[in-house]
């Protein structure tokens, strides 16, 4: 088991920047690729970004290409989605996700393949 708790969500204008961290306990966090998703209200989750195992590798959704930056420390449990220039469309709850891939380089977009999940944070862009 793998429990994974979000936190850095709030209200911020057109424009501004918030940073989300996702904090796991349980099993080693090192065996698992970490995404996030969001799903805003009346809309199906969607994938956000993703980094691998080794952190060496990132994919985002076309979304937030260029604004969104995922990392990690995996000395601290820890993964962040940094978010920059924020729009209203970016209004959502954002989670945490944890994949068991076996690659290291292994980075999936599909929710289906993620099997422990926080329980959100709200992120609402106000313009």
């Known amino acids: 088991q793998v429990q994974l708790v979000e936190s850095g969500g709030g209200l911020v204008q057109v424009g501004g920047s918030l940073r989300l961290s996702c904090v796991a306990s349980?099993?080693?966090?090192?065996?698992?690729?970490t995404g996030w998703f969001r799903q805003a209200p009346g809309k199906e989750r969607e994938f956000v970004a993703v980094i691998s195992r080794n952190g060496f590798r990132t994919r985002y959704a076309d979304s937030v290409k260029g604004r969104f930056a995922i990392s990690r420390d995996i000395g601290k449990n820890t993964v962040w989605l940094q978010m920059n220039s924020l729009k209203p469309e970016d209004t959502a709850v954002y989670y945490c996700?944890?994949?068991?891939?076996?690659?290291?380089?292994?980075?999936?977009?599909?929710?289906?393949?993620?099997?422990?999940w926080g329980q959100g944070t709200q992120v609402t862009v106000s313009s």
């Open positions: 349980g099993r080693t966090f090192s065996n698992y690729a």
């Open positions: 996700a944890a994949d068991p891939v076996v690659a290291m380089w292994g980075t999936s977009t599909e929710s289906h393949e993620y099997d422990y």
